[in-house]
């Protein structure tokens, strides 16, 4: 529909567990807990709703330099659905650079 808007919003926290650490390769597992807003504006409730978000994945670090690493992983996150809807989920892979000071 055009025209229909729709705000979401996550807020949660993440902890990661390392298999090993190897400079070369380090597997790691991640599980996470938050928070979840959608809604159609944040002033108006009706249609909105807040649920609890879990997500968990895979992933990898490796060095590129001495203070450089990449990191790369897979995720799903869950949270609930409106109340006449199913729960709601979603795949993500990211990818990022550390760099160590």
């Known amino acids: ?3 229909a808007h729709d705000n979401q919003a996550d807020i949660g926290i ?3 567990y390392f298999f ?3 400079p070369l390769f380090s597997p790691f597992a991640t ?3 938050g928070y979840v807003y959608e809604g ?3 002033t108006h409730r009706n249609g909105s ?3 609890l978000m879990l997500r968990g994945g895979l992933g990898f670090t490796t060095n590129i330099t001495k203070n450089i ?5 897979t995720r799903y996150q869950w949270h609930g659905a409106k109340s006449n809807a199913s729960d ?3 795949w993500f892979i990211s990818a990022g650079v550390n760099f160590y000071f």
């Not at 690493?69 to 992983?73: A, E, L, Q, Y």
Request: overall charge negative.
């Open 49 to 51: 709703y807040e649920r």
């Open 69 to 73: 690493d990449f990191r790369m992983d």
């Open 40 to 42: 159609s504006l944040p």
């Open 20 to 22: 090993q650490r190897n």
């Open 14 to 16: 993440d902890s990661l």
């Open 31 to 33: 599980l996470g807990l």
């Open 1 to 3: 529909m055009f025209g």
């Open 88 to 90: 709601l989920g979603d």
